[in-house]
């Protein structure tokens, strides 16, 4: 089992950046791909970037490419979304994922282990 816990979100203006981080409890975290999705209130669950397991690798969504950017750092099992230039689309609810492969289109069943999430408003 992995657990993962977010951290990182509040209210920013618009134009303003936040460093999301999600710290994960297992002892082979270099094995899990990783990624962040984010849900506003009655919309379904939107992937925004992932980041494989061993070399580098990552996957944005259109209307983040620029402006995020997702690491991870394996000796501290935690994975971070650098979010800069953010703007009222962005507000939303942003969740931490964890998955044992890498297939070729990134949909919220593919991922094993879920975070509670980390709330994150941007005022225009």
């Known amino acids: 089992q992995v657990q993962l816990v977010e951290s990182g979100g509040g209210l920013v203006q618009a134009g303003g950046s936040l460093r999301l981080s999600c710290a994960a409890s297992t002892h082979s975290f270099s094995n899990y791909a990783m990624g962040w999705f984010r849900q506003a209130p009655g919309k379904e669950r939107e992937f925004v970037a992932s980041?494989?397991?061993?070399?580098?690798?990552?996957r944005y969504a259109d209307p983040v490419k620029g402006r995020f950017t997702i690491s991870r750092d394996n000796t501290k099992n935690t994975v971070y979304l650098q979010m800069n230039s953010l703007q009222p689309e962005d507000t939303a609810v942003y969740y931490c994922?964890?998955?044992?492969?890498?297939?070729?289109?990134?949909?919220?069943?593919?991922?094993?282990?879920w975070g509670q999430g980390t709330q994150v408003t941007v005022s225009s």
């Open positions: 994922a964890a998955k044992q492969t890498w297939s070729g289109v990134e949909v919220p069943y593919e991922y094993n282990y």
């Open positions: 980041i494989k397991w061993s070399v580098g690798s990552f």
